[in-house]
């Protein structure tokens, strides 16, 4: 199996990259963008799973995260903060966010929810080819079964 790939999207730059090198050294790919612009100006579908501060400068991680689910709707988003509030991660996970987790986190289990996201993501991936794979399905038919697999 390929490595995982990660963005880690903080405008913290000096935590991102702290993040992206633990990251790395225990055999993940890991890149850094300092804000939800530059993260969706780069974010491509080979990226497994996004880490998402909350609370940044510019587009926050709430607008961030909308745009990603929109733009690659099979790309898992962990949402990131150092300072939650019920209300913001509420509106995250119905959003789509995989889960939102309280800064700082213990690096095992952060590697942890990035594993078990990619086992959704890889999950999702599987069940949309299935579903394209079935040549007596009508285009329709296909297309909403597809956008039930990518909502849940």
Same mark, same amino acid.
């Given at each position: 199996m390929p490595p995982i790939s990660l963005l880690i999207v903080d405008d913290e730059q000096e935590f991102a990259e702290i993040i992206a090198q633990r990251l790395n050294k225990r055999g993940f790919i890991a890149t850094t963008a300092d804000s939800g612009e530059t993260a969706l100006r780069c974010l491509h579908d080979d990226i497994d799973v996004v880490l998402l501060d909350v609370v940044m400068l510019g587009m926050d991680g709430?607008?961030?995260? &909308?745009?990603?689910?929109? &733009?690659?709707?099979?790309?898992?988003?962990?949402?990131?903060?150092g300072q939650a509030t019920v209300d913001t991660a509420v509106r995250a996970i119905k959003l789509g966010a995989f889960n939102y987790l309280i800064k700082p986190c213990e690096i095992d289990d952060l590697v942890s929810h990035?594993?078990?996201?990619?086992?959704?993501?890889?999950?999702?991936?599987?069940?949309?080819?299935?579903?394209?794979?079935?040549?007596?399905?009508?285009?329709?038919?296909?297309?909403?079964?597809?956008?039930?697999?990518?909502?849940n």
């Open positions: 709430i607008e961030t995260l &909308n745009a990603i689910r929109h &733009n690659h709707p099979l790309i898992e988003v962990i949402m990131l903060t990035v594993e078990e996201a990619l086992k959704r993501k890889r999950d999702r991936e599987s069940r949309i080819l299935e579903v394209r794979m079935k040549p007596y399905l009508s285009e329709e038919k296909r297309k909403g079964m597809i956008a039930e697999i990518l909502e």
